[in-house]
Structures are given as structure tokens and as C-alpha cells.
């Protein structure tokens, strides 16, 4: 197998012949682990693949992908590592580019995605959806729901989803929010706890007292935060994503919660809903997007009605 000689400085010039479809099979042999498998996914062959490889070597000078042959996965040196990175930005920003076109051609017509999550799934976005698809009626309106936060902004910078409903802060990427509402944190407490019909408690009456918090989500990890800042030790009894099993057992009197009031669903009378005193600070919801992107006339009027309805939404919010 020929070997590649590392040059202290390759000539500048040479990097103009970097063609993106070097990066992208840099991108997918990376993401998918073989020349193979990435070779059916861009719809070349698998010896396309070797050559785009091997030509973005020369260009840069240095070994990117380690090929140990035989049944053992490939890997990435170094130096792919490096390149990976701005190979990652490439793609990412064609297919936000890709996104964009289809949303310009599509005017008043097309598709809309948006990503969401819990509360917002429940508490505001059945509003927003009823208002817009009133007024877009051609517009198709793809929803999703990422695992991960991280999950959510990578389909942003992608493009595969044009808006986003999040938490604040914003990670380090391109991207623009507007904030929707601010949603205040509480305590989860189950009904027959000694605390429960204070009204309000501050955070040393918990001290002490296990948590049912998040695995991975923004606020969860924000409450987190909070209670670290303040000083306590979190011994947390269970861990989930999901509200309805945060809420079920807290009402089992199996932990406390520390959440923002809409993850609480209301109507339970198993469990108890106390003020923090003296409070904390509030959860920002905002909607997000690419910086770069062109926003269409249908993702413009999507953000003005999730502006709206989260407003009443934030008036009308039962605080305790």
C-alpha cells in the first residue's frame, strides 16, 4: 500500500483543490465507519470513495483514515480528526444551503419542520398549530421530538429542521432565537409531604430529601445547576426525560421534583406544586433557527403565533 510523506507546509494553492465531495466522503466513511457503507449512502462506488480519500490526503498532506484491511473498522488519525470537524461544517452548511433553496422555491407551499418537546408539545404547540394551519393552510408542518438537546440544535445546523422550540442558553453554533415566555421552577412534592401545604418552601426544607430529575434534558439539566449553585449535594432516586414518569413518582412518594411548571400536569391531586421562596430564575423558552438561513414567509409567521400563543400561555400559567 502506498504510504503519504508528510510536508512540513503544503503549498497554500494546493487547498483549492479541496472539492466537497472529498469532505462528504471524509463526513460519511467517519460517521458510518467503512468505504463501503458510505460509498452506497452518496451513491458512489466503494473505489470512488477510496479515491476521493486518498485525493484529500494529498491535498492536505497528512494520513486521514487509518486502513488496517480485512474485517477491522477503519479509523480516524489525528489529523482526520482535525479535518473531520471543518469536513462536518461543510456538509452541514449544503445541506442547510439544499433546505433553503427548497423553502425559497416552495413560497406559500411546501413543508415546515419544526422540533419540540414536552411541555411545549402539550401546553403551546397544540395552539400554534391550530392558528397556523388556519392560516397556511397548504403548508405540511413536520414535527419531531430530538432525545437530546445537542440532537436538536445538530438538526438546525443541518437544516433538516427549519425551527426549533428550546431552552435557554443557546449553544455555540449559528444560530438566532427570540425568546417565547418565561416559565418559573417548582417543587414536586408528593400531597401528604410535611411541607405540602406551605404554599411555598425555600430549598433547605429539601435538604436532605432525594430527587426524580432529568437524564438529559436543558431544564433538567438547568434545575441541576440551580440547586449545585446553591450549595446542595443532588441524590437523585431515578432519572427520566419523560414528565408523566417524573410526576407519577414523586405522587408515589418515591422522590421530590425540582421542574418548570409547565412540565407539571395539572389536575393531579396526588401531588403538590409549592413556590420556590426566594425564587429562583425562571426557565427562557424561545424558538431557534440557522442564522444563515433563509426564514420563508410560512417560518416567519410560525414564530409570531408561538409568540402569541406563549404569552397567553405565561398569562394564564396557575403559579403557585
Same mark, same amino acid.
Given at each position: 500500500?502506498?504510504?503519504?510523506?508528510?510536508?512540513?507546509?503544503?503549498?497554500?494553492?494546493?487547498?483549492?483543490?479541496? #472539492?466537497?465531495?472529498? *469532505?462528504?466522503?471524509?463526513?460519511?466513511? !467517519?460517521?458510518?465507519?467503512?468505504?463501503?457503507?458510505? $460509498?452506497? /449512502? =452518496?451513491?458512489?462506488?466503494?473505489?470512488?470513495?477510496?479515491?476521493?480519500?486518498?485525493?484529500?490526503?494529498?491535498?492536505?498532506?497528512?494520513?486521514?483514515?487509518?486502513?488496517?484491511?480485512?474485517?477491522?473498522?477503519?479509523?480516524?488519525?489525528?489529523?482526520?480528526?482535525?479535518?473531520?470537524?471543518?469536513?462536518?461544517?461543510?456538509?452541514?452548511?449544503?445541506?442547510?444551503?439544499?433546505?433553503?433553496?427548497?423553502?425559497?422555491?416552495?413560497?406559500?407551499?411546501?413543508?415546515?419542520?419544526?422540533?419540540?418537546?414536552?411541555?411545549?408539545?402539550?401546553?403551546?404547540?397544540?395552539?400554534?398549530?391550530?392558528?397556523?394551519?388556519?392560516?397556511?393552510?397548504?403548508?405540511?408542518?413536520?414535527?419531531?421530538?430530538?432525545?437530546?438537546?445537542?440532537?436538536?440544535?445538530?438538526?438546525? #445546523?443541518?437544516?433538516? *429542521?427549519?425551527?426549533?422550540?428550546?431552552? !435557554?442558553?443557546?449553544?455555540?453554533?449559528?444560530?438566532? $432565537?427570540? /425568546? =417565547?415566555?418565561?416559565?418559573?421552577?417548582?417543587?414536586?412534592?408528593?400531597?401528604?409531604?410535611?411541607?405540602?401545604?406551605?404554599?411555598?418552601?425555600?430549598?433547605?426544607?429539601?435538604?436532605?430529601?432525594?430527587?426524580?430529575?432529568?437524564?438529559?434534558?436543558?431544564?433538567?439539566?438547568?434545575?441541576?445547576?440551580?440547586?449545585?449553585?446553591?450549595?446542595?449535594?443532588?441524590?437523585?432516586?431515578?432519572?427520566?426525560?419523560?414528565?408523566?414518569?417524573?410526576?407519577?413518582?414523586?405522587?408515589?412518594?418515591?422522590?421530590?421534583?425540582?421542574?418548570?411548571?409547565?412540565?407539571?400536569?395539572?389536575?393531579?391531586?396526588?401531588?403538590?406544586?409549592?413556590?420556590?421562596?426566594?425564587?429562583?430564575?425562571?426557565?427562557?423558552?424561545?424558538?431557534?433557527?440557522?442564522?444563515?438561513?433563509?426564514?420563508?414567509?410560512?417560518?416567519?409567521?410560525?414564530?409570531?403565533? !408561538?409568540?402569541?400563543?406563549?404569552?397567553?400561555?405565561?398569562?394564564?400559567?396557575?403559579?403557585?
Amino acid at each position: 500500500m502506498a504510504s503519504i510523506t508528510h510536508t512540513d507546509s503544503p503549498p497554500a494553492d494546493n487547498w483549492f483543490g479541496v #472539492e466537497v465531495r472529498h *469532505l462528504a466522503a471524509l463526513e460519511a466513511v !467517519a460517521r458510518v465507519g467503512s468505504f463501503g457503507r458510505a $460509498a452506497e /449512502e =452518496l451513491g458512489y462506488t466503494q473505489s470512488a470513495i477510496s479515491q476521493q480519500i486518498a485525493a484529500l490526503e494529498r491535498i492536505v498532506g497528512e494520513r486521514l483514515v487509518e486502513r488496517p484491511g480485512g474485517p477491522r473498522a477503519i479509523s480516524m488519525t489525528e489529523a482526520g480528526t482535525l479535518m473531520l470537524r471543518h469536513a462536518e461544517a461543510v456538509v452541514n452548511r449544503l445541506a442547510a444551503a439544499r433546505a433553503d433553496m427548497l423553502a425559497l422555491q416552495a413560497g406559500e407551499t411546501g413543508t415546515l419542520r419544526v422540533g419540540t418537546y414536552q411541555s411545549i408539545g402539550s401546553r403551546v404547540l397544540p395552539e400554534v398549530m391550530r392558528r397556523f394551519r388556519a392560516g397556511w393552510p397548504k403548508i405540511t408542518v413536520g414535527l419531531t421530538e430530538p432525545t437530546t438537546d445537542p440532537e436538536l440544535y445538530a438538526e438546525i #445546523e443541518s437544516g433538516r *429542521l427549519d425551527l426549533a422550540f428550546c431552552s !435557554a442558553p443557546l449553544p455555540d453554533g449559528p444560530f438566532d $432565537a427570540i /425568546e =417565547l415566555m418565561r416559565d418559573p421552577y417548582v417543587f414536586l412534592l408528593p400531597a401528604g409531604h410535611r411541607v405540602a401545604d406551605a404554599g411555598a418552601c425555600t430549598l433547605s426544607d429539601l435538604d436532605g430529601l432525594a430527587l426524580i430529575g432529568s437524564s438529559s434534558c436543558s431544564s433538567g439539566l438547568e434545575a441541576e445547576r440551580i440547586l449545585a449553585d446553591a450549595g446542595f449535594t443532588v441524590d437523585y432516586a431515578f432519572r427520566s426525560d419523560d414528565n408523566g414518569t417524573i410526576q407519577g413518582l414523586v405522587a408515589a412518594e418515591f422522590g421530590a421534583a425540582f421542574v418548570p411548571l409547565l412540565a407539571v400536569i395539572p389536575g393531579d391531586e396526588r401531588v403538590s406544586v409549592l413556590a420556590i421562596d426566594p425564587p429562583v430564575p425562571d426557565r427562557a423558552i424561545s424558538v431557534v433557527w440557522h442564522r444563515d438561513r433563509h426564514r420563508s414567509p410560512a417560518a416567519r409567521a410560525f414564530i409570531e403565533i !408561538a409568540q402569541t400563543v406563549s404569552a397567553d400561555v405565561e398569562r394564564d400559567l396557575n403559579r403557585p
